[in-house]
């Protein structure tokens, strides 16, 4: 998580007085993520789609399509050491830095198969948000996560002031992963506000996500357990000047303030090790929490031309109720609300990774389905007539 200035009480509370930036990124003590052999070979640059949702009380925060893509582009570039300032990155930890052979892109495809931006757009009654989850989730007033395991969500918004974004950790509760990132603090260009006006507040949250502490292990003079970044005695602000020299470091060339995963200004940053790459894609290794990411088809073309012009998938429990839910029994049975007008209807069942699980017809307004065929997790189903769909979630547990 970053934090910026304005949480100066919170900061004088957790001791960290020069603090402009905190993070308190859920998740944050999970064990260390092994390195092994069987890691993606260097060369394989592994692409992680990514839906953005923006959710927006006032129209600025509604960041246009040229924002988020700024943003996509700095990632890139970060991710990949292209950025056009890292040649400020001093001589001594320039040669540790990093391309990580990862990059990201906008989905072409949504989890029911449909072609997307990759970009999902909510007004919202909602002023601002603090750091509770509640905007991942449709119920709580926020949008829900697209398949965490196929996609990287991202939720824009107004923020708590004093907060410019949070992440969750490989290996969370799959509803709430992602990124947390503010409106003003996403992208290079747009409505983005110095000093967080060069992506990075993104770049820092994707290091959480991908299993990256910060460079003090958020303990005085703590360690983030890689091994070519030096001890810090805790976070970096503004922009520190070279060599940040600091007692607990004991290096002649002080602490590395210009990594990503430090607190210091957008312009102050410039790269990653070797040893957070490292760290990051052993989330991709076979069995790793991000392995899952690998088999997307997110970034395909859409494959479910049918529903093209469909509605949005929203549950819509007013005129579609599944019960059980969950189910458990093998069965499930659908009641249509009479006033939909509708009688025979077709349905299908759709996996979370948008594949048709089963299909049928239906003559009445309630129906039984066998749902036997169906391994544990969330489907949608999907009804039709003429001229009408509806979606509705059921889970088989
Ligand atoms: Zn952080």
Redesign the pocket.
Known sequence: ??LFLLSIIIFLSLGSVLAQKV?N?PGYTLPEIKTGSNAPGPEKVITIPVVVHVLYNQSKENISDLQILSQIEALNADFSRKNSDFLKVPAVFASRAANTAIQFELAKTDPMGRSTSGIVRKKTSRIMWSDDNKIKSAASGGSTAWDSRQYLNVWICNTVPGLSGYATFPGCDAALDGIVVRYDAFGTSGVVVAPYNLGRTMT?EVG?WLGLK?LWGDGPCGDDGIEDTPKQRGSNSGAPVFPRLTPCNGSIDGEMFMNYMDFTNDEAMGMFTAGQKSVMRAQFEPGGKRASILNSRALEQSWNTSMQSAVVPQADTKVVNVYPNPSRSGKINLQVSQNTGINGMHYAIISSGGQIMKSGHLESTQKEIDTRVLQPGVYQIRLTDAGTTLFTKFVVQ
Request: charged share 15%; net charge positive; proline share 0%.
């Open positions: 998580m970053r993070c990124t820092h959480h910060h």
